[in-house]
C-alpha cells in the first residue's frame, strides 16, 4: 500500500521523447509554434463567429463550438508539454495529471459528438434545404451542442475514475507526453483486461459508430449535391462539406489509432505521436481547413479589418 500511494505524493513523471534529448528542443519550437497558430486561428473564428451577423447562423455556431473547445483542448495538455520539453523536469502533479486526465477525455469525447451534429447539420442544409431553418432552430442548436458538451463529460467521468481505479504500484514514469487513459493502462501493475475492454467498447461508440454515422450522411449529401443544377450551388456545398470531412478523418483517424489499438501491446513511440497528433496537430489545422477555402469567413475577415482601418 505505501508503494501504491508514492504516485500520489510524487506526483508522475511524462517521458515524452526525453530518450531522444537533442530532439526536445525542435519539439518545443513546433509545438509552440503549433500552439500560437492554435490560439489565434480558433480565437478569430469565435470572434468573427460572434460579430459578424451574416455568420450567425447554425453552421458557424457549431464551429465556434468546435473552436472554443480546441482552445481548451490544447491548452489542457500543450502548456505542461511546452514545460516538460523546455527543461530537464519532468514531473507532473498527482492532482495536475488526473485533472488533465479528465478534461483530455472530456473534451476529446465532446469532439467526437460534435462533430456528428455537425454532419447532421450539413445533412439538413444540402438534403433539406428549404426546411433547414425550420429544422435547425436555435433551441435545437443549443440542444445538440449541450448533448455534445455533457455527455463528452459524462464518458470522462466514469471512464477516468475507472482507470484511475488501476493499482500502478509506484510506477511514475508515464511514456506519453500528458496524462490520458491508455498512456496509463500501461503504467498499471495489475490487470488490465476488463479497463481495455470498457476503453475499446466506449472508444468504439465514441469514434467508429460516429464516423459510421457521418460518412453514411455524407454519402446522402454526395447523392444532393449532384443533383444540384447551378455550377456555383455545388461548388458551394462540395467546399463547406469537403472542409468538416477533411477534419473528420483527421480527427477520427489518431482517435480511433491512439485508443482502439490495445493499450498493452500497441507500439509505444507510435502512440506518443498520434496523442502529439490529435492533441497539437488536429485543433492547429481545423481553423486554416475551414477558413482557406469558404468565402463567407474569408468575407466576414475582410469586413472586420475593414471596419479596424476606417476606426484608426
Avoid at 467521468?157 to 491508455?182: A, K, M, W, Y
Wanted: aromatic letters at 12%.
Amino acid at each position: 500500500m505505501p508503494e501504491a500511494n508514492d504516485s500520489f505524493l510524487e506526483g508522475f513523471i511524462l517521458m515524452g521523447i526525453s530518450d531522444h534529448p537533442q530532439l526536445e528542443i525542435i519539439f518545443f519550437m513546433v509545438i509552440l509554434f503549433s500552439y500560437l497558430l492554435t490560439l489565434l486561428g480558433n480565437a478569430t473564428i469565435i470572434l468573427l463567429s460572434w460579430l459578424d451577423a451574416r455568420l450567425h447562423t447554425p453552421m458557424y455556431f457549431f464551429l465556434s463550438n468546435l473552436s472554443t473547445l480546441d482552445l481548451a483542448f490544447t491548452t489542457s495538455s500543450v502548456p505542461q508539454m511546452l514545460i516538460n520539453l523546455w527543461g530537464p523536469d519532468k514531473t507532473i502533479s498527482y492532482g495536475g495529471c488526473v485533472t488533465q486526465l479528465y478534461v483530455f477525455l472530456w473534451l476529446g469525447a465532446t469532439e467526437c459528438i460534435l462533430l456528428v451534429v455537425m454532419a447532421f447539420d450539413r445533412y439538413v442544409a444540402v438534403c433539406r434545404p428549404l426546411h433547414y431553418t425550420t429544422i435547425m432552430n436555435p433551441r435545437l442548436c443549443w440542444l445538440l451542442a449541450a448533448i455534445a458538451w455533457l455527455g463528452g463529460l459524462s464518458n470522462s467521468v466514469i471512464q477516468s475514475t475507472f482507470t484511475l481505479q488501476l493499482p500502478l504500484c509506484g510506477h511514475r514514469r508515464v511514456d506519453n507526453f500528458l496524462c490520458e487513459v491508455p498512456a496509463m493502462i500501461k503504467l498499471a501493475c495489475g490487470d488490465t483486461s476488463l479497463n481495455e475492454v470498457v476503453l475499446n467498447g466506449v472508444c468504439t461508440f465514441f469514434t467508429a459508430v460516429p464516423l459510421s454515422v457521418i460518412l453514411i450522411s455524407y454519402c446522402y449529401i454526395a447523392q444532393a449535391v449532384l443533383k444540384i443544377h447551378s455550377v456555383e450551388g455545388q461548388r458551394k456545398a462540395f467546399n463547406t462539406c469537403l472542409s468538416h470531412l477533411v477534419v473528420v478523418l483527421l480527427f477520427y483517424g489518431s482517435a480511433i489509432y491512439g485508443y482502439l489499438l490495445p493499450a498493452k501491446t500497441s507500439n509505444q513511440d507510435q502512440g506518443k505521436f498520434i496523442s502529439l497528433f490529435y492533441s497539437v496537430v488536429t485543433p492547429t489545422v481545423n481553423p486554416l481547413i475551414y477558413t482557406l477555402r469558404n468565402r463567407e469567413v474569408k468575407g466576414a475577415l475582410r469586413r472586420l479589418l475593414g471596419k479596424g482601418r476606417s476606426l484608426g
